[in-house]
């Protein structure tokens, strides 16, 4: 161990002493990894934070080696040995005590600041896990570029397992593709396997996988241009766009597999490999899917909800929603998948049921084309979000029909829902836009896609009319008593303010404060700041309606 520092370990227990040498190896790589200040100050902080790391990083592995789960254990062999030393010496640690350290100790700063978490940061736990095992291969101490690159994750948004398992795979939104530390996080994930892994090297990612890294791209990290809707060097062209869609529709009339193609890429963001594979429903319970066509029905079911989890519980007077988003498919193209059916009944994916013809490559031309920016597959993919906005499409329902949710904010998942009804007269619309055949028919015991919160007209009527009526029912006569006067007033307020809740916020609110000098006649902006959320701004301009200011003025 370094000389600089004191040895937290010196005063172990008789009890730990069978686990005293794995405690201190590990206490000798944490160090040489991470140099802390004299007299290792937070030293069960660090070796937590450390072991959480670690835990981390062998959760990406599949079959670990030994060598890999020794370190592992001996870290947990540490943080126990630390933990009985501070309870030997009754003796408490606060991270106050590496106050003024962080410049020279930046490596021991980050992981006792890790070990405090309530929450672990996969993405940055990970990351720093990774590239300690390879540290700990190599026999050097981290660089600083990975202590800044953690830093940085940290303040990112979190990734679920199957965020930074697509992640690892390859696939990486494109609010990232400008930055090194995605590949360098998965080309130190590669070498990491090869050395610690049983199986030597990264297995391709499975369809399941690549759907729901292709989710991920789709719905977090866009840029502030992709959420206006602006177009750019990765859509194609007004032009562009029109020629494919008019080549989809005469491949759906000749029968072909790129005309089917077509249809999935536009309804869906996947790419044209990944519509290749998607699945077609069985009779056999999967709960594994994120995506299949129904060939019988001829609609297209994609399960959103691990990027989306309800955060409440549904409740009466709610619209039926749930995150399996349903998409009727073209007549023409169901006629033929189900003559194909019949045709390959032994037929599990889509390209199954046209076994004679091939998949293009995603960067191959989807319509022959001199421009010098050419249509590719994977500008198709990224084009019908702004497409339909364009057209005149509210862009939630956009977003829902093109499978591409960078168009809204991922908040609008939580508070908004398209019912069945829209989504079939959006298709309607849709197909004729383009000159496809009329969609097929979307069962009207489809629940709607999205929040399971939003009321229903007749439960905000029903409410309406709640206070209404309670307001009518405590009207004060002519020689009311102060505590009638007051239970009308407070009726009357409740009333009112349901009303501006609805109309001003249009989601829940404990409080809006609306002065009373506000001027009905000639103010039309009120400032409301109806959510608090980290780095927000405070209140917004809500334009005030004439319904707002007659309320207000009565």
């Not at 009638?484 to 404060?513: G, P, Q, V």
């Amino acid at each position: 161990m370094s000389s600089d520092h004191s040895d937290p370990l010196v005063s172990l227990p008789t009890s730990i002493l069978p686990e005293k040498l794995t405690a201190r190896e590990a206490f000798s790589q944490l160090t040489s990894l991470a140099p802390p200040p004299h007299g290792a100050p937070c030293s069960r902080y660090a070796a937590k934070g450390y072991r959480i790391c670690l835990d981390s990083a062998l959760s990406t592995i599949p079959s670990p080696i030994e060598p890999a789960l020794a370190i592992r254990d001996s870290f947990k062999s540490l943080e126990s040995a630390l933990m009985a030393t501070l309870e030997t010496n009754a003796t408490v640690e606060s991270l106050t005590a590496i106050n003024g350290t962080k410049t020279r100790h930046h490596e021991w700063h980050l992981l006792a600041s890790i070990g405090t978490f309530k929450q672990v940061n996969l993405l940055a736990t990970t990351y720093i896990g990774l590239k300690s095992l390879m540290a700990i291969r190599t026999g050097k101490p981290l660089s600083a570029s990975v202590i800044v690159n953690t830093a940085a994750l940290l303040k990112e948004h979190d990734l679920s397992s199957e965020h930074l398992n697509a992640l690892l795979h390859g696939t990486s939104p494109e609010q990232l593709l400008g930055q090194s530390w995605p590949r360098d996080l998965c080309g130190t994930w590669r070498e990491v396997m090869r050395h610690y892994s049983a199986d030597g090297t990264p297995p391709p990612p499975t369809t399941k996988e690549r759907i729901a890294g292709q989710m991920l791209d789709a719905t977090l990290h866009a840029t502030a241009s992709r959420r206006g809707g602006a177009p750019s060097h990765r859509t194609l062209s007004k032009s562009q766009l029109q020629q494919a869609l008019d080549h989809i529709r005469e491949g759906q009339e000749q029968q072909t597999l790129l005309g089917a193609l077509g249809v999935l890429v536009c309804l869906t963001t996947f790419s044209v490999g990944v519509v290749a594979d998607l699945r077609l429903k069985s009779r056999s319970l999967d709960a594994s899917w994120l995506a299949q066509i129904d060939v019988e029905t001829g609609l297209l079911s994609v399960d959103y909800s691990f990027i989306a989890h309800e955060a409440a519980v549904p409740i009466m007077g709610a619209i039926p929603a749930s995150y399996i988003c349903t998409r009727p498919l073209p007549k023409i193209l169901t006629n033929d998948l189900r003559a194909r059916a019949e045709k390959y009944p032994h037929a599990k994916t889509l390209k199954e049921l046209y076994p004679n013809e091939a998949v293009p490559a995603h960067d191959s031309l989807v319509f022959a084309c001199k421009d010098q920016i050419q249509p590719t597959w994977a500008r198709l993919r990224r084009s019908m979000g702004t497409y339909l906005r364009k057209e005149g499409f509210d862009n939630f329902l956009a977003s829902v029909m093109s499978g591409d949710f960078t168009h809204v904010p991922r908040s609008k998942l939580y508070y908004a829902c398209a019912t069945a009804s829209e989504i079939a007269t959006a298709f309607d619309r849709f197909y004729k836009l383009v000159g496809w055949s009329e969609p097929g028919f979307l069962p009207s015991q489809t629940i709607a896609f999205g929040c399971q919160v939003v009321p229903t007209m007749e439960s905000l009527t029903a409410l309406d009319q709640h206070w209404q009526g309670k307001v009518k029912d405590s009207h004060p006569g002519k020689h009311c008593s102060p505590d009638n006067l007051m239970k009308f007033h407070n009726n009357f307020m409740c009333w009112n303010a349901m009303r501006l809740s609805l109309l001003l916020a249009l989601r829940e609110s404990t409080e809006i404060t609306l002065s009373a000098a506000v001027d009905e006649k000639h103010d039309r902006w009120i400032p409301i700041h109806d959510k608090h959320v980290p780095g927000d701004y405070g209140a917004t301009p809500v334009p005030l309606t004439q319904w707002v200011a007659l309320s207000n003025e009565v």
